[in-house]
């Protein structure tokens, strides 16, 4: 049975995270300092003694889940787990970001900035009160997506986010998103919500954001990842340094296929996920998407202990 590591998205975030880590592992502040020194501002003040409405600002956000993640990694290492311990990693939306760079494929400093910039652009692509995103619960995607086609009545309303079998993200504009939640419920959903959201992601609304993290992309090196990396948007394993950094343009317009990724590593043998950095968001979903499957949170010095014991 083999092991995947896999690493979470935006929402994750907390006041505090990482901060164990960095104090009981120097490899872990030195990610911190890493990302404070390639962009140019003090970030680990603010993931660990500022305001949660100032670290959940998107381009804030993106780049600290990252740097979280990372000294998780580097804390694992330092007791003698590494990425080459695993046959694949995974990220959601953001968290591919962390996937490449825990893998080698991307540099620490390179990957801050991208995060920066990628979150700066996805803000910007839509006006504030102009677009939305909604989680429908207890709907299949093939309904969730019927769903937000009817809801779009000529704007835009697409899946974004396929998290498991119960649980699909619509993003667009705002009130086509609103209508998707009336039609969701007429549908059977158990529950339909706006999420709260800075900017309506994965979604054709981004393609402003996506020409952005295409020319960003276009000036880094990418190598092949230590191990493959499972796509966002295409749900299965990718090494090819060109082919990731095509993917990581379209995923700023494409969807997430958590699900199938998942699913996709599961039917690889996968049985035990690790979920490296901030919250346990990405396990409960495993849990729905894979029920035999076994998951640890790696986000604190005492689950590293544990990993150990």
Same mark, same amino acid.
């Given at each position: 049975?083999?092991?995947? +590591?896999?690493?979470?998205?935006?929402?994750?975030?907390?006041?505090?995270?990482?901060?164990?880590?960095?104090?009981?592992?120097?490899?872990?502040?030195?990610?911190?300092?890493?990302v404070?020194?390639?962009?140019?501002?003090?970030?680990?003040?603010?993931?660990?003694e500022?305001?949660i409405?100032?670290?959940?600002?998107?381009?804030?956000?993106?780049?600290?889940?990252?740097?979280?993640?990372?000294?998780?990694?580097?804390?694992?290492?330092?007791?003698?787990f590494?990425?080459s311990?695993?046959? +694949?990693? &995974?990220?959601h939306?953001?968290g591919?970001y /962390?996937?490449?760079?825990?893998?080698?494929?991307l540099?620490?400093?390179?990957?801050?900035?991208?995060?920066?910039?990628?979150?700066?652009?996805?803000? !910007?692509?839509?006006?504030v009160?102009?677009?939305?995103?909604?989680?429908?619960?207890?709907?299949?995607?093939?309904?969730? =997506? !019927?769903?937000?086609?009817d809801?779009?009545?000529?704007? $835009?309303?697409?899946?974004?986010?396929?998290n498991?079998?119960?649980?699909?993200?619509?993003?667009?504009?705002?009130?086509? $998103? !609103?209508? &998707?939640?009336?039609l969701?419920?007429?549908?059977?959903?158990?529950?339909?919500l706006?999420?709260?959201?800075?900017?309506? +992601?994965?979604?054709?609304?981004m393609?402003?954001?996506?020409?952005v993290?295409?020319?960003?992309?276009?000036?880094?090196t990418?190598?092949?990842?230590?191990?493959?990396?499972?796509?966002?948007?295409? =749900?299965? &394993?990718?090494?090819?340094?060109?082919?990731?950094?095509a993917?990581?343009?379209?995923?700023?317009?494409? /969807? $997430?296929?958590?699900?199938?990724? $998942?699913?996709w590593?599961?039917?690889?043998?996968?049985g035990? +996920?690790w979920?490296i950095g901030a919250?346990?968001?990405?396990?409960?979903?495993?849990?729905?998407?894979?029920?035999?499957?076994e998951?640890?949170?790696?986000?604190?010095?005492?689950?590293?202990?544990a990993?150990?014991?």
């Amino acid at each position: 049975m083999s092991r995947a +590591f896999v690493f979470p998205g935006q929402g994750a975030q907390t006041i505090g995270m990482g901060r164990a880590l960095a104090q009981a592992y120097p490899a872990a502040q030195a990610v911190f300092d890493e990302v404070d020194e390639a962009l140019g501002e003090k970030l680990s003040a603010l993931i660990w003694e500022g305001a949660i409405e100032d670290l959940t600002l998107t381009a804030n956000a993106q780049p600290a889940l990252m740097a979280t993640s990372l000294a998780a990694m580097r804390a694992l290492e330092a007791e003698g787990f590494g990425v080459s311990d695993a046959a +694949f990693v &995974a990220g959601h939306s953001l968290g591919e970001y /962390s996937a490449l760079a825990a893998a080698g494929a991307l540099s620490v400093a390179d990957t801050a900035r991208l995060l920066r910039i990628r979150g700066r652009a996805m803000q !910007e692509a839509v006006p504030v009160g102009q677009g939305a995103m909604a989680a429908l619960l207890g709907l299949d995607f093939a309904t969730a =997506a !019927e769903v937000a086609a009817d809801a779009a009545q000529g704007e $835009v309303c697409q899946a974004a986010n396929d998290n498991d079998p119960a649980q699909v993200v619509v993003s667009g504009h705002r009130a086509a $998103v !609103e209508r &998707a939640l009336d039609l969701a419920k007429a549908r059977g959903a158990k529950r339909a919500l706006l999420l709260p959201v800075s900017a309506p +992601f994965h979604c054709a609304l981004m393609q402003p954001a996506a020409d952005v993290m295409a020319e960003a992309l276009a000036a880094v090196t990418i190598r092949a990842p230590r191990v493959p990396l499972v796509a966002n948007v295409r =749900a299965e &394993a990718v090494t090819d340094p060109d082919t990731i950094r095509a993917l990581l343009v379209e995923q700023v317009t494409g /969807s $997430v296929r958590w699900r199938e990724s $998942v699913g996709w590593m599961a039917a690889q043998g996968v049985g035990v +996920f690790w979920e490296i950095g901030a919250g346990k968001a990405l396990s409960g979903m495993i849990k729905r998407i894979a029920r035999e499957a076994e998951t640890r949170a790696v986000g604190t010095p005492e689950d590293i202990a544990a990993l150990k014991g």
